[in-house]
């Protein structure tokens, strides 16, 4: 009995240890994406088996939502031979007759992780990614590496060699320019979009499975393009572009290499960013709607439906609301640009520069009468608008605005131009505008609440203001479903507060008169007309001057009160 229950308890241990050891190694099939999870201070094997003869190299990609895992050649990570991301992968050239092959997954800081990953085989005619590396630590490195800040993303990759036999010397890199080394190939750029307002994991993971090789990537994701013009990198371009930054948008940047000559490719590692921190407890991806933010787009979305439908009529609040835009807009931009204050305290003194804007605007009608001025004002932010719409098209990547002069000189040509319709049709040009810019303002103010493409309308344009390295940025964004929705929005708030403000104003004059011009004409006719009893009544400087006379004078002394005797 005791015999039995100790090799029960050796047999017990054995099956212990072997499933130990099947958790810390993992066997890959080519092709297929398997799960793996790394544990607490432990390392996890990697193996592919049964390799075909006609396989070349083989990438190794592994992704994680958002923490970084160290993949390595070796069991012990070393310089040169291990790349730590949150994308991270490895290609390895193989030797002839090699048919195993194995890799090591840990984390950094030690902690356990889980990702997803795949193998994907490549043949000797089809380019080797990153095989003519210059710059990164890995000799063949076909990572795509990424940054980004508030304003742009950006990524860079190594160049990719022509391919190899197994066991063969690689081409060289920078031997000859001609059409038998790598200067033929050609490399393609797409971006993936993940749904708006999803960051979770199984958004991510659907994301990465549906971009993992050459042909799902061409199928799945949107080619970067200059004006519907499939646009692609020779070797002789810089293998660095820079995009749009849009905090919270999941998306999914990946690049294919093709061989023109023996019509193959190869796919770089795919890399995800949501231009935001998940690890920051501050400006994170958690926490981008501020509640600042909220309460100040909430006060002028309000004030924008109300300029879209009575703008017109209530010609003082119109003017204090576009005065408020016209300044807020600016005053930002310059603060931002010169000072490194905090958001919320740039946010109130922008809030409080526009009400001194406003103020300003309807103090300026109200003591000089000037319709036209006011309203070609209203026509430049109408004007500011449309030019930051036609730069928010396909338009907007054409290399030549890539030129900050050019770029500005067209843009100010747009905005200019739109207010001279206003000289001409000066009441319908000011309804258009409050109907166009009060549903826009209406958009923004969904836009604190939940995610939505066109608020880059503007915001792309302030980003341009703000940062000099923008304008070599692609700005081209995604228009989900939300987005359509907003646009129908826009377009049913614009054409129905046009359509009323023009029913509703058409038996009035055209603008209301100025208060105090109006004060003046009554003041002359006053003073002509000597029928009117007004006429004969002091002016008001003269009666005040009077009534304080009065209040200063000394009472003279009464004297004798009695009656005189007859």
């Given at each position: 009995?005791?015999?039995?229950?100790?090799?029960?308890?050796?047999?017990?241990?054995?099956?212990?240890?072997?499933?130990?050891?099947?958790?810390?190694?993992?066997?890959?099939?080519?092709?297929?994406?398997?799960?793996?999870?790394?544990?607490?201070?432990?390392?996890?094997q990697v193996v592919i088996s049964r390799i075909p003869p006609d396989v070349s190299f083989i990438t190794l990609q592994f992704h994680t939502p958002h923490r970084n895992v160290t993949l390595s050649y070796t069991q012990a990570p070393v310089y040169g031979q291990s790349v730590t991301a949150a994308d991270a992968g490895l290609l390895s050239a193989l030797l002839p007759n090699q048919s195993t092959l194995s890799w090591f997954l840990q984390t950094p800081d030690g902690n356990s992780v889980?990702?997803?990953?795949?193998?994907?085989?490549?043949?000797?005619?089809?380019?080797?990614?990153?095989?003519?590396?210059?710059?990164?630590?890995?000799?063949?490195?076909?990572?795509?590496?990424?940054?980004?800040?508030?304003?742009?993303?950006?990524?860079?990759?190594a160049p990719a060699n022509i391919g190899y036999t197994r066991g063969g010397t690689p081409p060289a890199c920078d031997v000859g320019t001609d059409a038998s080394t790598r200067w033929r190939l050609v490399y393609d750029v797409y971006q993936f979009f993940l749904p708006e307002g999803d960051q979770s994991e199984q958004s991510l993971i659907s994301g990465v499975e549906r971009v993992a090789n050459v042909e799902n990537i061409?199928?799945?994701?949107?080619?970067v393009c200059l004006?519907?013009?499939?646009?692609?990198?020779?070797?002789?371009?810089?293998?660095?572009?820079?995009?749009?930054?849009?905090?919270?948008?999941?998306?999914?940047?990946?690049?294919?290499?093709?061989?023109?000559?023996?019509?193959?490719?190869?796919?770089?590692?795919?890399?995800?960013?949501?231009?935001?921190?998940?690890?920051?407890t501050l400006d994170g991806c958690s926490t981008l709607g501020r509640v600042s933010t909220k309460v100040f787009f909430t006060v002028i979305g309000v004030a924008g439906l109300f300029v879209c439908f009575l703008g017109h009529r209530f010609f003082k609040c119109e003017l204090f609301c576009m005065g408020f835009a016209f300044m807020a807009f600016f005053f930002f931009v310059l603060i931002t640009?010169?000072?490194?204050?905090?958001?919320?305290?740039?946010?109130?003194?922008?809030?409080?520069?526009?009400?001194?804007?406003?103020?300003?605007?309807?103090?300026?009608?109200?003591?000089?009468?000037?319709?036209?001025?006011?309203?070609?004002?209203?026509?430049?932010?109408?004007?500011?608008?449309?030019?930051?719409?036609?730069?928010?098209?396909?338009l907007g990547d054409l290399p030549v605005f890539h030129n900050d002069v050019v770029f500005w000189v067209v843009f100010t040509c747009i905005m200019v131009v739109v207010p001279l319709f206003f000289i001409r049709w000066?009441?319908?040009?000011?309804?258009?505008?409050?109907?166009?810019?009060?549903?826009?303002?209406?958009?923004?103010?969904?836009?604190?609440?939940?995610y939505t493409s066109l608020s880059y309308i503007t915001l792309d344009v302030l980003k341009r203001f703000l940062n000099h390295n923008f304008s070599r940025a692609f700005i081209s964004v995604p228009l989900q479903d939300i987005d359509f929705i907003m646009i129908t929005l826009w377009v049913v708030l614009g054409i129905s507060g046009i359509v009323v403000q023009l029913y509703r104003e058409r038996s009035h004059p055209f603008f209301p008169p100025s208060p105090y011009v109006m004060w003046k004409q009554e003041r002359e006719r006053r003073k002509t007309n000597v029928l009117d009893p007004s006429y004969h009544k002091p002016s008001?400087?003269?009666?005040?001057?009077?009534?304080?006379?009065?209040?200063?004078?000394?009472?003279?002394?009464?004297?004798?009160?009695?009656?005189?005797?007859?």
């Open positions: 009995m005791p015999l039995k229950r100790e090799c029960l308890l050796l047999f017990m241990s054995w099956l212990g240890s072997l499933r130990a050891q099947d958790e810390n190694r993992v066997v890959f099939s080519l092709g297929k994406f398997q799960n793996v999870s790394v544990p607490v201070n432990g390392t996890v889980a990702g997803i990953g795949v193998m994907l085989p490549y043949m000797s005619a089809d380019p080797v990614p990153g095989a003519c590396n210059q710059e990164f630590p890995l000799d063949i490195d076909p990572n795509i590496y990424l940054q980004y800040n508030l304003f742009e993303t950006t990524i860079s990759f061409q199928d799945n994701s949107r080619k004006v519907f013009q499939v646009m692609s990198l020779s070797s002789h371009d810089q293998t660095q572009l820079s995009f749009n930054s849009l905090p919270g948008q999941g998306v999914i940047f990946s690049v294919v290499v093709r061989d023109p000559v023996f019509n193959t490719s190869a796919s770089y590692i795919p890399v995800h960013t949501y231009a935001c921190s998940f690890n920051s640009s010169t000072t490194a204050l905090e958001y919320n305290i740039r946010l109130a003194l922008t809030a409080v520069m526009g009400v001194v804007g406003g103020v300003v605007l309807v103090m300026s009608w109200w003591r000089f009468g000037s319709v036209m001025v006011c309203v070609l004002v209203v026509g430049l932010i109408l004007g500011f608008l449309v030019s930051s719409i036609v730069f928010f098209t396909p000066p009441r319908e040009g000011n309804i258009t505008t409050c109907g166009v810019v009060g549903a826009y303002v209406v958009v923004l103010t969904v836009n604190a609440y939940t008001l400087p003269a009666r005040i001057l009077n009534r304080v006379r009065q209040l200063t004078r000394r009472t003279e002394p009464a004297g004798e009160s009695t009656p005189l005797l007859l």
